[in-house]
């Protein structure tokens, strides 16, 4: 890497942007961290682009003068993918978060990378239509594709990964391309779009996202089943996809998780076990035969204490509840921060690696309430530790290192939506061997000078 | 590219392989060729590699003397992909068949490149799953990932795209590498699964592949439904769709087509109007409500004659005259052969875009029925030409070329499925733009020496 440049950067950027480049010390902080336990470090800018053609300046001008240029959404990412470890200039896309287009017969709407999830939902509310992603954080959706992020109904209709069709990208030399088109599929050319969505910002800068969308369900039916056993719950799981049951939620909790739930909740009180909490979605007479048959399989795998949620509102607070599970976790113990992870593993595999995870979690000391999208054999942990304890937060690394590891010892990944960012860095080798080579020829090849979110998930040397 | 050393290839690899290297006429011209009215070109010789051993070894004596390396299925390409247009060694994947595992739980199987998808079906039979993607043809699952080969049913199962889970494969300079995992999702790293799908043996050979499966559904319908316009028939998919209808599968046939159906299926006899072939998955009350959901949409939309095929042998004589489509757009001209092509568009505009080609194609003089995956959509036509006969094939040519500029047009691709491979070279520019400039990049990172299937999807200077 060429050493970059950054007060010309800084004075042609002002140039261009007038107001809209800030060097202030709040603007920089934010900038400067995310929502993990990476250490934070400062860009030496932030540049708020309007449009694909600012983007494209700001980044030849960056290239220009071998300047590090790291994308940032809204900063909800759980691993420091948006920290500046060498500096640079932070491009928030605050200000392109315009709906480009809805378009209803084909499914599919045309946003700006700056649209968060909640926003696209509320403009699509009189639709008819949704977009399904959803990460727990309203984070944007350009920073949801950067991240392959995915969520509580990928069970049922995809990660990020199956809801972006097409993509408009700055490369690093600030030219502008599309990839992929508003088609539903097409055989013409390499994947481009897949290559970008989970690049975390190591390729280029996404401008503009075309994104799949669904039908609201006629009726949505939720409820909470307590196990004895994770074992049961994941088994009551596997069989219910191996049936077909097309569930459009189905979150794991486990018992210390319900506990925190139970303390933050004090109006629902479940029982300290095992629960999943499931959706379903479909015409009135379908959402009811798949609960039909999902008790069914329930009640032969040992769950019981259905609990439902038929009003509107009674669901949303269930949901509410799951996605504050961070919140949840800390009520455990006041004081505390989570310090988070999260893994994958073939479905077949889950509750051995919970099994063993909770092992760990046991040997650590420490407190760590479990969180799972067990359709997707994927699940999160909270390690809850003092700020500033040094010690814990060596245990907790050490915890969710052996996590990690047994999820590559068990055919998984070591993140299903967190990404690598700054965090799981050191598992690149393990997990993809000669792959991981590679993915750096390909970041050499597109980013020869490593001015893209520079020092993340791929390395040059 | 070097100029390849051609002889010592060849003694090298016999030295390996014995009489798994032929240079017999018969075999060479079998590889020369695929489906498609390109003109056939003969490998040097053709390798039959056993394991991914043998073709990691393979492929480095080739990258050793720049001798180019063609994968090879078993032909059913319809663009040219498989013809070695430069000479070189035919790696056939025929020995590659064996189904390595089978996942019950994760409903996923591991297979070699050379098992064909009615293999597969029939070694899965007992599971009660089922993999999904159908091109028609029993195209090697290799193949159709290195194709991205979508079907009759990737309106509800997805296409190539979306059920390869992760895939081992050999580079071109040898080495061999996996990409993924059995894990359902995954954050970690570049996509080098999507990246090899759909690259059409440009970039390395696909030696394994991990596949979704499906539960079988408990009960399936299929009818056929008559429509007095195209448009008509489009409209029902699009409100079915929107309504959330889990069409299994739904094809578009037009009238000329469904003449050579009649012509080809005594026993049939269907109205010549515009139809859909139609099929729904379910538990029996969800298959019999979606059935109900779509008549209710048909009715309003001019759809008449549903024609059930209820019985297992009257559906399977349905699919088959569906999938013989290319033999009954035959029999509308006795002793012509079929110049194919496909494009695909989003889907409110496929109307448009079928009722233009339809005027082109009456412009051309020629026959040339339609048959389209229209959840998709996605539509194929079969041009009817006389064998030898060159005003006829130039006029065939300029007919597809005009069908394939009216999908770019209308915001679409010129190939849904059958890939680039020679027949689609030329679109490159105009369908990708800078994108086709970065597929050049990437491929000459990953290839440098430019063996892997040269002069293909992507033209190294």
Not at 3 to 9: F, Q, V
Not at 299 to 319: I, P, V
């Given at each position: 890497m060429h050493s ?6 800084v ?15 709040s603007?920089?902080?934010i ?5 993990a ?9 932030v540049?708020?682009p309007?449009s ?5 300046e ?5 290239a220009?003068?071998h ?7 809204v900063g909800?990412?759980l691993?420091?993918h948006?920290?500046p470890?060498h500096?640079?200039i ?6 392109m978060k315009r709906?480009?287009d ?6 599919d709407?045309?946003?700006?990378p ?6 696209l ?11 399904t ?36 990208v ?7 391309i ?7 599929k097409s055989?013409a050319?390499y ?6 969505i989970?690049s ?5 800068i996404?401008?503009?996202l ?8 006629e009726?949505?039916q939720?409820a ?19 049936t077909?049951?097309?569930l459009?939620r ?6 210390v998780q ?12 479940l029982?300290?076990k095992p629960?999943?909490?499931l959706?379903?979605?479909g015409?009135e007479?379908?959402a009811?035969?798949?609960?039909e048959m ?5 009640d032969?795998l040992?769950?019981s204490?259905?609990q439902?949620?038929t009003?509107?509102e009674d ?6 509840a799951?996605?504050d599970?961070?919140?949840?976790a800390k009520?455990?113990r006041?004081?505390?921060e ?6 994958c ?20 000391g420490?407190?760590a309430p ?6 997707d ?7 809850l ?7 814990e937060l ?6 969710a290192e052996?996590i990690n590891q047994?999820a590559l ?5 070591v ?12 598992y690149?080798?393990a997990?993809?061997?000669?792959g991981y080579t590679?993915?750096a020829t ?9 001015i ?8 040059l040397?």
């Amino acid at each position: 890497m060429h050493s970059p440049d950054i007060e010309s950067t800084v004075s042609a950027l002002r140039e261009l942007l007038g107001e809209r480049l800030s060097t202030g010390a709040s603007v920089l902080a934010i900038h400067g961290r995310d929502e993990a336990y990476t250490p934070p470090a400062l860009p030496d800018a932030v540049a708020f682009p309007e449009s694909t053609r600012e983007v494209s300046e700001i980044v030849k001008i960056c290239a220009a003068h071998h300047c590090p240029v790291i994308p940032f959404g809204v900063g909800t990412s759980l691993e420091g993918h948006v920290i500046p470890i060498h500096g640079g200039i932070s491009i928030d896309t605050s200000r392109m978060k315009r709906v480009l287009d809805v378009n209803e017969q084909d499914l599919d709407a045309v946003v700006q990378p700056g649209v968060t999830r909640t926003q696209l939902n509320e403009e699509l509310r009189a639709t008819g239509l949704m977009f399904t992603v959803d990460p727990g954080a309203d984070a944007t959706i350009g920073g949801m594709a950067a991240t392959r992020a995915s969520g509580t109904n990928t069970v049922r209709y995809g990660a990020m990964r199956e809801n972006v069709l097409a993509l408009e990208v700055v490369l690093p030399d600030g030219e502008i391309i599309e990839t992929g088109t508003r088609a539903r599929k097409s055989a013409a050319g390499y994947d481009l779009t897949h290559l970008f969505i989970g690049s975390e910002g190591t390729l280029g800068i996404i401008t503009e996202l075309t994104v799949r969308l669904f039908g609201q369900p006629e009726t949505i039916q939720a409820a909470t089943c307590a196990f004895e056993t994770v074992e049961g719950a994941v088994d009551a799981v596997i069989l219910a996809i191996q049936t077909g049951i097309p569930l459009a939620r189905v979150e794991l909790l486990d018992e210390v998780q319900m506990k925190g739930l139970n303390i933050k909740n004090p109006d629902m009180q479940l029982p300290e076990k095992p629960h999943l909490f499931l959706e379903f979605h479909g015409s009135e007479a379908s959402a009811q035969e798949q609960v039909e048959m999902f008790k069914s399989i329930s009640d032969e795998l040992g769950g019981s204490e259905f609990q439902w949620a038929t009003k509107a509102e009674d669901r949303n607070r269930l949901w509410k509840a799951r996605h504050d599970a961070y919140y949840a976790a800390k009520a455990l113990r006041p004081g505390c921060e989570g310090f988070v992870t999260d893994c994958c593993v073939p479905i077949s595999n889950l509750a051995e690696c919970i099994a063993r995870t909770k092992k760990a979690i046991a040997a650590s000391g420490l407190i760590a309430p479990i969180v799972g999208h067990v359709g997707d054999g994927n699940f999160h942990l909270v390690i809850l530790i003092e700020p500033d304890n040094a010690e814990e937060l060596r245990r907790a690394n050490q915890l969710a290192e052996s996590i990690n590891q047994l999820a590559l010892e068990l055919g998984g990944t070591v993140t299903g939506e967190h990404g690598v960012g700054v965090g799981k860095k050191h598992y690149r080798q393990a997990e993809h061997g000669g792959g991981y080579t590679l993915m750096a020829t390909i970041k050499r090849a597109i980013d020869p000078n490593n001015i893209m979110n520079p020092g993340k998930l791929v390395s040059l040397n």
